[in-house]
């Protein structure tokens, strides 16, 4: 359909991309309207997955509540709207370059760790991060570093996915699972304006009810938590985060997840925890935080990072073998390229086209020059550093960037096992002990996860009518303001809310901080107990492959404070009774719309009203 209002036309031959095997360049516009709705989507989201990346170690999609809004205010209240306006919101909203993860694990590492110290390109002093000092001037050098590299890795990632796009995306199995079902409902969203109205009512009873709890803790009344602990045996705790925003998330990872995060929670705070203290193994108090780090750097941290990290390697490694034993079996396509193949279709690509050539050069020089001069594996030679960077740019690179768009495409997931034996392995080997090298890498080779939120879309651009251009485009509309949001909205939460607090688990930071240390000391026993850490990584896979039991939700259970243990439980349970009552149709066509508007808008008030209640 065409838009009686006035558009301007984002496409043009100015971005020189190869658009070879594109269809005809689509007639129908992107207006600056799609661009702002893109743009603040993509921050709002990128709030809500940073805040849940650093608590949890997850995060979600929210492609469908994206394509629901702009159906709803575009087409039915705008005056008409296209798929190719919609699908650009879609990628725009998804598309996030944010330093969450990153920039927290630095400050955390240098609050809880004394012996971890980072360089001043990568972090400020100790002494400004300890007073939790916000001068601009003593974080412009550390701050620089870190989003002029992301954009130069992000660059360099367009550079090579362009080239390998059509090659990744030919075959049956580069299906898409995730992204396939949002770019349908661009094709057919004719029940968008009611479902826009659902997500718009959930997100307001979000907010009502959270700020409902919060504001009566401006005068120190505390309605968001209930303890049950004093009526328990010594040792057991139970008390209960009053969070919307936690029950939403509950219901969102599926039954399977929250209910075995429940049953693990339990029996930690419930069984393990006042047999602990009634042996004097641990010590009781009523500080429930002081106890859950004595609790869990005590005895639940090695089978936790066990069942999260070893057993995620050994189901990859059962599911290689299943791919492996049956592949005689099946039919595989000839269309389908290998990774010597594809590396071939790489450097082709690369070389034929003289932009590509020159851009993929100069980007690799400036970060080899960076390594050289910045050299984070110091003590090692520099020259190290210029050779680890040529591995990580070229090979590694090139191999993580294939195996991420391979599994992304054919399961839905993303996982991260490859980094850890492209790269913590060789820098390992190397003899390399320190934290600055296990965490700097990244900095220096091609993002390899830009596959998973463009290739999608071209595939499918029949129903998105989006060429090349429109998703580098859409995808740089989300990356450059949420870049400088998520700096902000990190220092903001570190500063008033702080990390590893009641507000703030930040379990993801605690499993990377376990993770480093681990190779940064090079002693492992002085981390992890090897025995549970083990047992806890064969028993979670093995319950995962053979009982409902979920992994994840076992590892989580035995990470996560007490007082998110019910409220996920509680989540998990509506998700069973609403399965079952009103079948898992229900979950995708209006479930997952409510808590979505639950959860966004419930956590936005959870964040602004506790930095409010520092200033009063």
């Not at 020189?16 to 743009?39: H, I, S, Y």
């Not at 191999?399 to 490859?418: C, D, H, W």
């Not at 376990?514 to 979670?540: D, E, H, I, K, R």
Request: overall charge positive.
């Amino acid at each position: 359909m065409n838009n009686p209002l006035k558009r301007v036309q984002l496409t043009g031959s100015r971005l020189n991309l190869d658009e070879t095997a594109q269809l005809q360049e689509p007639k129908e516009f992107v207006g600056w309207r799609a661009v702002l709705l893109g743009a603040v989507l993509s921050v709002v989201f990128s709030a809500i997955n940073g805040y849940l990346s650093i608590n949890l170690g997850m995060n979600f999609g929210y492609g469908a509540v994206a394509v629901i809004l702009a159906y709803s205010l575009f087409h039915i209240r705008g005056g008409g709207s296209c798929r190719r306006e919609l699908s650009y919101v879609l990628i725009a909203s998804t598309s996030q370059m944010a330093t969450y993860q990153t920039l927290a694990f630095v400050l955390y590492m240098t609050e809880t760790d004394p012996s971890a110290s980072f360089p001043g390109w990568l972090s400020p002093a100790r002494d400004v991060i300890l007073a939790k000092d916000l001068t601009l001037s003593l974080w412009l050098k550390p701050l620089g570093f870190l989003i002029f590299t992301m954009a130069v890795s992000m660059a360099a990632g367009v550079i090579f996915h362009t080239v390998l796009r059509d090659e990744l995306n030919r075959g049956s199995k580069m299906i898409w699972p995730s992204q396939s079902a949002t770019t349908k409902l661009v094709d057919a969203c004719m029940e968008g304006g009611g479902s826009a109205r659902l997500v718009a009512l959930a997100a307001v009873i979000g907010f009502a009810v959270t700020m409902a709890q919060y504001l009566p803790s401006i005068w120190g009344i505390d309605l968001t938590t209930l303890d049950l602990s004093g009526l328990l045996p010594r040792g057991a705790y139970l008390v209960i985060f009053l969070s919307v925003a936690f029950t939403s998330i509950g219901y969102l990872i599926s039954p399977r997840t929250s209910l075995s995060l429940l049953g693990s929670g339990l029996l930690t705070y419930l069984v393990a925890s006042p047999i602990l203290v009634s042996r004097g193994a641990l010590e009781y108090t009523p500080d429930i935080m002081a106890f859950y780090n004595d609790m869990l750097y005590g005895y639940t941290l090695s089978p936790a990072i066990g069942v999260m990290l070893l057993g995620g390697i050994l189901l990859s490694v059962f599911a290689l073998a299943k791919a492996t034993l049956f592949k005689g079996k099946e039919k595989v396509e000839e269309s389908e390229a290998g990774y010597l193949e594809l590396f071939k279709v790489l450097v082709k690509g690369i070389t034929g086209n003289k932009v590509y050539l020159v851009a993929t050069v100069g980007i690799f020089i400036l970060l080899a020059s960076l390594a050289y001069v910045l050299n984070p594996f110091a003590p090692l030679s520099p020259w190290f550093a210029v050779g680890f960077t040529f591995y990580s740019f070229f090979i590694a690179g090139f191999l993580e960037l294939v195996f991420i768009a391979k599994i992304s495409a054919e399961t839905g997931m993303g996982v991260g096992v490859m980094s850890m034996l492209l790269y913590d392995l060789p820098i390992f080997s190397a003899g390399y002990r320190g934290y600055t090298g296990y965490w700097a890498y990244s900095f220096f080779r091609p993002n390899p996860w830009l596959g998973s939120g463009s290739f999608p879309y071209y595939k499918y651009r029949d129903e998105t009518r989006v060429s090349w251009r429109d998703i580098i485009l859409a995808k740089v509309t989300g990356w450059v303001p949420t870049v400088f949001f998520s700096v902000f909205l990190t220092l903001v939460l570190w500063k008033y809310v702080g990390f590893g607090t009641e507000m703030m688990p930040s379990v993801g930071l605690i499993q990377s901080k376990v993770y480093v240390t681990m190779l940064a000391t090079g002693n492992v026993s002085s981390v992890l107990n090897p025995w549970t850490f083990v047992a806890g990584g064969v028993l979670g896979a093995l319950l995962e492959v053979f009982t409902p039991v979920s992994m994840m939700g076992i590892g989580m259970g035995l990470f996560l404070p007490p007082h998110y243990i019910v409220p996920f439980g509680v989540g998990g349970l509506i998700r069973l009774y609403t399965d079952r009552r009103y079948g898992k149709e229900f979950y995708e066509e209006r479930g997952r719309l409510v808590v979505t508007g639950l959860m966004a808008s419930s956590l936005l008030v959870q964040v602004l009203m506790t930095v409010v209640t520092n200033f009063l």
